[in-house]
Antibody
Framework: EVQLVESGGGLVQPGGSLRLSCAAS????????MHWVRQAPGKGLEWVSGISWNSGSIAYADSVRGRFTISRDNAKNSLYLQMNSLRPEDTAFYYC??????????????WGQGALVTVSS | SYVLTQPPSVSVAPGQAASITCGGN??????VHWYQQRPGQAPVLVVY???DRPSGIPERFSGSNSGNTATLTISRVEAGDEADYYCQVWHSTTDHYVFGTGTRVTVL
């Protein structure tokens, strides 16, 4: 059974930093790209960032480019999101998601339970 | 950027069918995927590649994609289907993933 468990969320002041982690199990982690998707309280889903299986390809949403850094450690079956220069509008649940790329299809077949990041003074 | 538009809400009586639309420019040229998110829970994939269902998803969930509109249909709606539903595509021009605005399905 695929399991994705996020950690590292919490309360941080505007301009501060936070690092999220996602521990993966139940599948061959280094065979899959991984992504972060966020959801502000009461709002819809927003894609944040993605990283290929070997870290060779990385993409960011315009709203976080230059402030967030995605990375992975395949030896530890872990995905990370380093968040710097945080803003109140970054307040959201952050979900780790396993990516499927097959025959031109790109989607997420498994999700973690989410980590809440609150940016407030 | 590419925009996906969904109706904010759909209400349906138990046992009836619910249709949730996802509008986007020439969306039929893209693969559309659908997620269910029950209150307080993480999203769950219910339809991928327009019409396919992951294992464990009931046959009551079906999808279609034509012209500028993709549709998720839930047949014989049950109380447990009450949730928010999101469509999603990959926008190749920007290599970004786009989610629809979301539709709350209420079972009367």
């Amino acid at each position: 059974e695929v399991q994705l468990v996020e950690s590292g969320g919490g309360l941080v002041q505007p301009g501060g930093s936070l690092r999220l982690s996602c521990a993966a199990s139940g599948f061959t982690f280094d065979n899959y790209a991984m992504h972060w998707v966020r959801q502000a309280p009461g709002k819809g889903l927003e894609w944040v960032s993605g990283i290929s299986w070997n870290s060779g390809s990385i993409a960011y949403a315009d709203s976080v480019r230059g402030r967030f850094t995605i990375s992975r450690d395949n030896a530890k079956n872990s995905l990370y999101l380093q968040m710097n220069s945080l803003r109140p509008e970054d307040t959201a649940f952050y979900y780790c998601a396993k990516h499927i790329h097959r025959l031109g299809q790109y989607y997420f077949d498994s999700w973690g339970q989410g980590a809440l990041v609150t940016v407030s003074s | 950027s590419y925009v996906l538009t969904q109706p904010p809400s759909v209400s349906v009586a138990p046992g009836q069918a619910a249709s949730i639309t996802c509008g986007g420019n020439n969306i039929r040229s893209k693969s559309v995927h659908w997620y269910q998110q029950r209150p307080g829970q993480a999203p769950v994939l219910v339809v991928y590649d327009d019409t396919d269902r992951p294992s464990g998803i009931p046959e009551r969930f079906s999808g279609s994609n034509s012209g500028n509109t993709a549709t998720l249909t839930i047949s014989r709606v049950e109380a447990g289907d009450e949730a928010d539903y999101y469509c999603q595509v990959w926008h190749s021009t920007t290599d970004h993933y786009v989610f629809g605005t979301g539709t709350r399905v209420t079972v009367l």
